[in-house]
């Protein structure tokens, strides 16, 4: 990775999309950024919704019917901005593997 796509990464991102500096990484990250503030907030809205039983990122594609490779990032950009946090609790996903649940920081569960 160049320099000058860590330093588009690091100034820009959870704010904007990220990408991986190939060309098409790029345009798909371009033609997000128009509408990512709005997916960041639905997403935000749900898991608010949610209160301490939270969400998966399945839980939030289904809630808000919406492709689950659209939404998922969102998770992760909400995370990077601090706005919400890995709940320790899991659930199954829809390939059976153990998802994070999802959730407002003062819903997070102390270590056991």
């Not at 503030?37 to 209160?51: D, K, P, S, V």
């Not at 689950?68 to 996903?93: A, C, F, H, W």
Request: hydrophobic share 35%; aromatic share 4%.
């Amino acid at each position: 990775m160049s320099d000058h796509i860590k330093e588009d990464r690091a100034d820009g991102y959870p704010h904007t999309p990220g990408h991986r500096g190939v060309d098409t990484s790029i345009e798909a990250a371009d033609q997000l950024a128009r509408k990512l503030g709005r997916l960041q907030r639905m997403a935000l809205e749900a898991i608010t919704r949610a209160g301490a039983a939270g969400l998966t990122a399945d839980e939030l594609a289904e809630r808000l019917d919406m492709d689950r490779y659209s939404i998922q990032p969102r998770t992760s950009e909400l995370k990077r901005m601090g706005k919400i946090v890995d709940s320790r609790l899991r659930r199954k996903n829809c390939t059976g593997k153990s998802a994070i649940v999802w959730v407002l920081p003062h819903f997070k569960r102390e270590a056991a």
